[in-house]
C-alpha cells in the first residue's frame, strides 16, 4: 500500500488565503507532474483527499483527471497548521493507496509522523507540486520515492 502526499501547486498571491486559485506557473506544474507520475512512478492512488483550500481542490482536480482517479474527497486536517496526528491514525489504519493533496507546513509533519519520528522537526519538506510516495511493508511506512518539479 501506498501513500502519495502531494503538495499543491504553485498558487496566485492574495486575500482571503483559503481562496487563492492555482497560478498559469501552477496549471503548468500540474500538467508536467502528473502524467510523468503516471508512466514513470507508479502512481496509483485509489482515492484522493485534499484540504479545503481552493487552490489544493485545483491540484486535486488536476491529479485525478490525470490519473482516472474518480473518488475525490475534502478530509479535515490538512490545512497549512493543523495536527497531523489524527489524517496519520486515518492512513496508517487504511488498506488502499491514496494521494493526500494539502499544504506545508502540515504534509512534512505527516510524513515525519508517519515515518514515525518524533515530529520534533521535518525529516523532508515539499517543494510546491512535490509528491513524496511513502510505501508501507508490515506496518511500517518508508520513503519510496520523492518527485518535483
Excluded at 501552477?26 to 483550500?53: C, N, V, Y
Excluded at 474527497?73 to 496508517?92: M, S
Aim: with cysteine.
Amino acid at each position: 500500500m501506498k501513500i502519495f502526499l502531494v503538495r499543491h501547486a504553485h498558487a496566485v498571491d492574495g486575500e482571503p488565503d483559503d481562496l487563492r486559485p492555482l497560478s498559469s506557473k501552477g496549471r503548468k506544474q500540474i500538467r508536467t507532474m502528473a502524467p510523468f507520475l503516471k508512466a514513470e512512478a507508479g502512481f496509483d492512488p485509489t482515492e484522493i483527499w485534499h484540504s479545503p483550500l481552493l487552490r489544493a481542490v485545483q491540484t486535486a482536480e488536476q491529479v485525478s483527471i490525470v490519473s482516472s482517479v474518480t473518488r475525490r474527497c475534502e478530509v479535515g486536517g490538512l490545512r497549512p497548521d493543523d495536527d497531523p496526528r489524527a489524517i496519520a491514525a486515518r492512513l496508517a489504519a487504511t488498506r488502499k493507496s491514496v494521494a493526500v493533496v494539502g499544504h506545508e507546513p502540515n504534509l512534512s509533519a505527516l510524513a515525519t509522523a508517519l515515518l514515525g519520528d518524533s515530529m520534533e522537526r521535518p525529516l523532508v519538506v515539499l517543494k510546491k507540486c512535490a509528491i513524496l510516495t511513502l510505501e508501507r511493508e508490515r506496518g511500517v511506512f518508508r520513503v519510496s520515492s520523492l518527485v518535483a518539479p
